[in-house]
């Protein structure tokens, strides 16, 4: 069964450092979207990006953040100068189509800690 | 924006025993409402999901039941095993080009064999 994948599984970085997170998405999907979990709370929607542009973003997703996709697999998630609050799981998820169903296939996370 | 809320936080039932878990949310134009499954060291799996044009939804041991006036919509477990252990979160969201999820704030399923 085709799954996204993510890595790395765990990264660890200083604050004020920059760091990439990559995806991975189902092959046919067209929807890719960044959620993070800090520990203990909600998962939170990021930013939702189609057709090489970014759809929808939240208040999280300041300057700060960017997404590309570089190429026709991968998906990425930058922060330019990561802070302490930036410290959470990070979760890819891909769905096939947003207007005909919705349904969204997350990854098994990244971890990032910042410290 | 959309809030989702979870109840209860945790739950804990007994091998063969039923489990319910409850959300409320407060936007009337969210229109689809998928439930997740974490386990330990994975990511949110779908299991079951509900649009708001439908009352109620089976897959085998799991139902979720929506009530569009009242804005909450429930997931049902029945004859609950072992491995049905995981971290439960259910989610909103209006089905467009965005299509952004609001979570609730989880349950922590617990099955005693």
């Known amino acids: 069964e085709p799954e996204v994948t993510q890595t790395p599984s765990h990264q660890v970085t200083q604050m004020g450092q920059e760091v990439i997170l990559r995806c991975v998405p189902i092959?046919?999907?067209?929807?890719f979207y960044w959620y993070r979990q800090i520990l203990g709370q909600k998962v939170e929607f990021l930013v939702s990006f189609y057709n090489n542009e970014i759809s929808e973003k939240s208040e999280i997703f300041d300057d700060q953040f960017s997404v590309e996709r570089p190429d026709g697999s991968n998906f990425t998630l930058k922060i330019r100068s990561t802070k302490l609050e930036d410290s959470a799981m990070y979760f890819c998820?891909?769905?096939?189509?947003?207007?005909?169903?919705?349904?969204?296939?997350f990854g098994p996370g990244t971890r990032l800690t910042v410290t | 924006g959309e809030n989702v809320e979870q109840h209860p936080s945790t739950l804990s039932v007994q091998e063969g025993d039923s489990a319910v878990i409850k959300c409320t949310y407060s936007d009337s134009a969210s229109n689809y409402f998928p439930w997740y499954k974490q386990e330990l060291g994975k990511g949110p799996q779908l299991i079951i999901d509900?649009?708001?044009?439908?009352g109620e939804k089976k897959d085998q041991r799991i139902a979720v039941t929506l009530n569009k006036t009242a804005k909450h919509f429930s997931l049902h477990i029945t004859e609950t095993q072992p491995e049905d252990s995981a971290v439960y979160f259910c989610a909103a969201s209006v089905v467009n080009a965005g299509n952004m999820l609001t979570f609730g704030g989880g349950t922590r399923l617990m099955v005693k064999p």
């Open positions: 092959s046919n999907h067209l929807y």
């Open positions: 998820a891909s769905s096939e189509a947003a207007r005909s169903n919705g349904k969204q296939y």
């Open positions: 509900i649009r708001s044009n439908v």
